[in-house]
């Protein structure tokens, strides 16, 4: 029987190495990690992670060919294969903080692996690592490989959160680097045919192993590159009196452009595409490619750029204060399906309305309060000025005082001046408006940050709507005569 470890038990490790479970009944998995508490979880009837059907996979394979443990060194050590899918933040602070990942956790990973194997491996990046980690990894092993051979892969993953179990399922690629020697290619056949239990040969894409940590930076940067090229266009629509949601509409309809990512937002979030284009900055810094640089920082800076211009047409908006009112934040995920808070956009859009001395009620249906409290206590680190990260105090300085964590859509929104959403959750396309209304205070305010509710019907209601990328002057028709455009 082959024998699998999976290190790091996140967002990746987790549900990867247990469809690898579900689809190869022959395989033994074991998922390992430092976290106690992580892999309680995992042990548990509450998964660290919610995924929509993670816990199904989970409870067919776990305690037959599936564990979750934190003896990391023996499961590493029995392994025929490693899977590592460790964090990769970026650095926060010395040589490249706020743009470089941190390979301090593949770095220990690799150290470990090198102390206390005894036979022969194929160790597979899974992490999203910076082009030629590989061969650093590879220099960790082999100055103590006490006659063992190491055969690395990368094999990036390509899951997005909400939709991981689907996404592993039903990869649409399954992309495998490795060396272009004999044995390279033995160990890339290995892996290959784990996923032939599931996945057909045509998506199997073999490279080089560069090509493999390229691609998935590349693959990052070209998906954030779409959001903010279609938020750069949401900004011009405001300004000129096209709509985005119909520009979206026509470019979907180009087969050259395609369908997909080009919804207009508040911003992007999520753990990877920031880090990983500031990877990718970093890495053209290195090799004295500026101007590439820069293209890709671009692609970060609308991103703040939307952000912050949420932020002051709320402020704007609403008279240009906020100070002391009711703000209903709906949605704190940094998108729907999952609980993942982050670099979820609604940290910068509140600490924004926070720095205006708004009073904000926070509802997000699977997002606990402690997350949302603590996110909103730390200091970003800016990645174009970078800082060292500290939590800021508990004093008042934070304004987490002002920060209300509600049951429901109908506690959070009761007698606030506006609503402000930020996660699309399916949940907030079934709210009962009138009820809302009746119960805020006015005029009552919406800020969409989504796109998702009907602009027609709220201003029906009675409520003032401003949705991302409509014509402002539409929506300043519909305000009072004293709101202050921005
Ligand atoms: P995560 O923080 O959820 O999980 C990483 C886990 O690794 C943690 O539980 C941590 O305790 C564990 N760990 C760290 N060092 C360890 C060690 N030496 N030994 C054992 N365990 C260790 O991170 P994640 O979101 O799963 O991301 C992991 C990697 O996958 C990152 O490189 C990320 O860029 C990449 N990735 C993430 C996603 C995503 O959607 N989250 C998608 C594709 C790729
Ligand atoms: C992303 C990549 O899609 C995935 O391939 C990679 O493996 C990990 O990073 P993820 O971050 O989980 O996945 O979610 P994704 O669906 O890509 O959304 C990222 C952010 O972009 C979210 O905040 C989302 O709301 C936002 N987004 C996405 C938009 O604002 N508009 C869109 O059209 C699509």
Known sequence: MVKLCGIGAGYVGGPTMAVIALKCPSIEVAVVDISQSRISAWNSDKLPIYEPGLENVVKQCRGKNLIFSTDVERHVQEADIIFVSVNTPTKARGLGAGKAADLTYWESAARMIADVCTSDKIVVEKSTVPVRTAEAIEQILAHKSKGIKYQILSNPEFLSEGTAVQDLLEPDRVLI?????????????????????WVSEDKIITTNIWSAELSKLADNAFLAQRISSINAMSALCEATGAQVSQVSLALSKNPKIGPRF????????????????????YICECN?????????KQVIKVNDYQKSRFVQRVVSSMFNTVSGKKIAVLGFAFKKDTSDTRKTPAIDVCKGLLGDDACLSIYDPRVSADQIKKD???NNVQWDHPIHLQP???????????????EDVYEATKDAHGICILTEWDEFKGIDFQRVFDD???????????????????????????????????????TVNSAVPF
């Open 376 to 378: 909103l206590s730390m």
């Open 440 to 478: 805020m205070q006015k005029p009552a305010f919406v800020f969409d940050g989504r796109n998702i509710l009907d602009v027609g019907k709220l201003r029906e209601i009675g409520f003032i709507v401003y949705s991302i990328g409509s014509p402002v002057e539409q929506w300043l028709n519909n």
């Open 392 to 406: 800021l105090s508990s004093s008042s300085s934070n304004g987490l005082e002002h920060v209300d964590i509600a």
């Open 288 to 296: 004295g490619l500026v101007e590439v640089a820069n293209y890709w």
């Open 177 to 197: 680097g490795g060396n272009e020697g004999p044995e390279g290619q033995e160990a890339i056949k290995k892996l290959k045919d784990i996923y032939a239990h």
């Open 262 to 281: 080009l919804n207009a937002s508040v911003g992007f979030g999520g753990s990877c595409f920031q880090k990983d284009i500031l990877n990718l900055v």
